[in-house]
């Protein structure tokens, strides 16, 4: 079998060609001039939204089960302010198991159209039934479905069997809405650091890390 081709380090010509744009947008240094990390995460996924061909609003959400286990699988991101950054699931799933043995977690972004990427860590807790029920009304009813159908991590034997849940619950609710099913709900991390990296040339990245620090937070540059 042969081995996969690692692509080498750009040479100063390829940073110069390939990194023009994304070299242009992560050079200011005011940037990281604030004295809290919601605001410039806000910028940051707007600037995704922009650029970034798909979901841009997908994090790697790692966790750590009843067996300190570690644990990683990408999520959407679907709300973020100042309390933290909100994601929903059925609570029996994996993680969701992992999260009620083990309240804590890390997100990680990575925006590679942009060159830039943003790790967060903390605690997590459940979001109200209020703030669960409003998401899932948002989704499409196929979704709304979907969620009563799968017993998410668990063994499936077949596609069709899937189908056929499908199929079942779709029977169940016709002409009706479809309610939020109890074991679906959301969670908010709540960040104690966010660190914020961005691509340089020659692998001398900028990296900044907000700590939580009572009421605040406190800021410290990091080496590449």
Known sequence: MTAPVIPPSPSREEYAEQYAAALAANSDEGAFERAEPHGLFVEWLEDAKR??????????????????????????????????????????????QALEANPVAALLFHWKTLRRQVRVRGRVEPVSAEEADAYFASRARESRIGAWASDQ????????????????????????????????????????????????????????????????????RLQP
Do not use: I
Not at 212 to 218: A, E, I, N, Q, Y
């Open 153 to 220: 991590s668990r063994p499936l034997g077949s596609r069709a069997d899937l189908e056929a849940a499908v199929a079942r619950q779709t029977a169940r609710f016709d002409g009706q809405e479809v309610p939020r099913p109890e074991r679906w709900t959301g969670w908010r991390l709540v960040p104690d650091s966010v660190e914020f990296w961005r691509d340089r040339p020659f692998r001398l990245h900028d990296r900044m890390r907000w700590d939580r620090d009572g009421d605040g937070w406190s800021r410290t």
């Open 51 to 96: 650029y970034e061909p798909n979901d841009p609003n997908a994090m790697a959400l790692a966790t750590v089960d009843g067996t300190s286990m570690p644990d990683v699988r990408m999520v959407l991101l679907k709300d973020v302010d100042g309390q933290g950054f909100t994601f929903y699931s059925n609570r029996e799933s994996a993680k969701g």
